[in-house]
């Protein structure tokens, strides 16, 4: 069977891979899936309860519908750190799998950008993308985003919490954040929103040959 036209998307929080994969996908015509809003999905519904409930947590992965994914608040700091909290436990990350793997393999293809895509959800995606930029780059354009919103947020605040984060995903037993060995590197530290675009594609099409 011929190997769906896959691009894989993968990197630390804030690192612009969303942007790049949603961009992708538009030249592509493909779909596209933000893995991460699952996570935050499962995050939000799991606020209160009890993280050590593995199977609990895990359940509540069946109350996610696209009205929840739509939602502004999925969006937000606290939101981030739930999801990368039950992104830790494995029965979680069993329950989001399947969905994850059959979009990547629907015929024709898709866009996927998260932190295992190539090396967990799509091992045999042709083209992968492994996007970062150093915290204090990636916290700062962050910090812009967030800040438009809660004016009193600091950059160290929110630094920190990608130094958390940053941690609590390339640490954790279960698909933590690595590169691929088959990944090509996308460092965006030194540059602009355009170029990164514009060295995402060169990227695909060195893969592709397209
Ligand atoms: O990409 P985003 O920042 O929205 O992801 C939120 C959290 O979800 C990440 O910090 C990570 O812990 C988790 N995640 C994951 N695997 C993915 C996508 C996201 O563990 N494929």
């Known amino acids: 069977m011929k ?5 894989a998307v993968d990197g630390p929080a804030a690192s612009g891979k969303g942007t790049l994969a949603a961009i992708l996908a538009d030249d592509y ?3 596209c899936l933000d893995t991460g809003l699952l996570y935050r999905a499962v995050g939000h519904l799991a606020r209160g309860a009890d993280l050590d409930d593995h199977a609990g947590v895990a359940a509540l992965a069946q109350g996610i519908d696209a009205g929840l994914l739509a939602d502004e608040a999925l969006r937000g700091r606290m939101a981030g750190e739930m999801a990368s909290r039950v992104a830790a436990i494995p029965e979680v990350r069993a329950a989001l ?3 994850q793997v059959a ?3 629907q015929p024709g293809g898709a866009v996927l950008d998260g932190r295992d895509i190539g090396t967990v959800i799509a091992p045999h995606a042709p083209v992968k993308l492994f996007v970062t930029a150093e915290p204090e780059t990636r916290a700062r354009r962050r910090w812009l985003q967030l800040s438009a919103h809660d004016p009193e947020l600091a ?3 929110v630094l920190n919490d990608i130094r958390v984060r940053d941690a609590r995903d390339s640490g954790r037993a279960d698909a933590p954040l690595e590169k691929a ?5 996308l460092d965006t530290t030194d540059l602009d929103i355009e170029a990164s675009i514009a060295a995402a594609r060169s990227l695909v099409k ?3 040959g397209a």
Not at 3 to 7: K, R
Not at 181 to 185: E, F, I
């Open 29 to 31: 015509g493909l779909p």
């Open 181 to 185: 060995a088959d990944a090509l590197l």
């Open 103 to 105: 979009f990547a393999n």
């Open 97 to 99: 799998k399947s969905f």
């Open 206 to 208: 060195s893969r592709c």
């Open 3 to 7: 190997t769906p036209f896959i691009i």
């Open 155 to 157: 950059y160290e605040t």
